[in-house]
T-cell receptor
Framework: GQQLNQNPQSMFIQEGEDVSMNCTSS?????WLWYKQDPGEGPVLLIA?????ELTSNGRLTAQFGITRKDSFLNISASIPSDVGIYFC?????????????FGEGTQLTVNP | ETGVTQTPRHLVMGMTNKKSLKCEQH?????MYWYKQSAKKPLELMFV???????ENNSVPSRFSPECPNSSHLFLHLHTLQPEDSALYLC??????????????????FGPGTRLTVL
């Protein structure tokens, strides 16, 4: 089946620093999604991308749909303690019918005050 | 607040027990999903329902039995589980299934999950 490689697996940063993470796939996706999961909660959608090359922002978060359609990037600027959590990428491939989203393994972000 | 609720939030059960997980969505969506989230692993799709009809079973063992009595409620009945079934079980819903013609595809909204421990 399809797999997403999400990197890095974990990050430890100081408050105020910028953060970058990415997902890559051997398959082409036509939708890329980025979710954040707080401890004890379900994932919450942060940004959705539907077009190759698309760059979309949500506050301090910016995500890009890779031009090859096989990768996506998420950047967080000026991190704050509440950015702590697990960030997941998810993609939906053209050849996949129905409802299946493929998820990455997540990036655990820790922000030190 | 996502509009998707799950109960219980935590469940500890023995391997011979029978229990059920409940999910309710207050968003008027037509599609509902069960996912399994294990530590250090990607979310695994288990079941999909659209307008109360099961549209996908991702090779889930029969000890997991889903039920969708209406578009707002989804259950996962558990019977004779194994310790390796311990995980966070997440419910999600979306307005429609992806691929139904809407563009962009509808977003899946997740509930808070049920943390299941099988002893």
């Amino acid at each position: 089946g399809q797999q997403l490689n999400q990197n890095p697996q974990s990050m430890f940063i100081q408050e105020g620093e910028d953060v970058s993470m990415n997902c890559t796939s051997s398959s082409i996706f036509n939708t890329w999604l980025w979710y954040k999961q707080d401890p004890g909660e379900g994932p919450v959608l942060l940004i959705a991308l539907y077009k190759a090359g698309e760059l979309t922002s949500n506050g301090r978060l910016t995500a890009q749909f890779g031009i090859t359609r096989k990768d996506s990037f998420l950047n967080i600027s000026a991190s704050i303690p509440s950015d702590v959590g697990i960030y997941f990428c998810a993609g939906q491939a053209e050849e996949t019918s129905g409802s299946r989203l493929t998820f990455g393994e997540g990036t655990q972000l820790t922000v030190n005050p | 607040e996502t509009g998707v609720t799950q109960t219980p939030r935590h469940l500890v059960m023995g391997m011979t027990n029978k229990k059920s997980l409940k999910c309710e969505q207050h968003l008027g969506h037509n599609a509902m999903y069960w996912y399994k989230q294990s530590a250090k692993k990607p979310l695994e799709l288990m079941f999909v329902y659209n307008f109360k009809e099961q549209t996908e079973n991702n090779s889930v063992p029969s000890r997991f039995s889903p039920e969708c009595p209406n578009s707002s409620h989804l259950f996962l009945h558990l019977h004779t589980l194994q310790p390796e079934d311990s995980a966070l079980y997440l419910c999600a819903s979306s307005q429609e299934l992806p691929g139904q013609g809407a563009w962009p595809p509808d977003t899946q909204y997740f509930g808070p999950g049920t943390r299941l421990t099988v002893l």
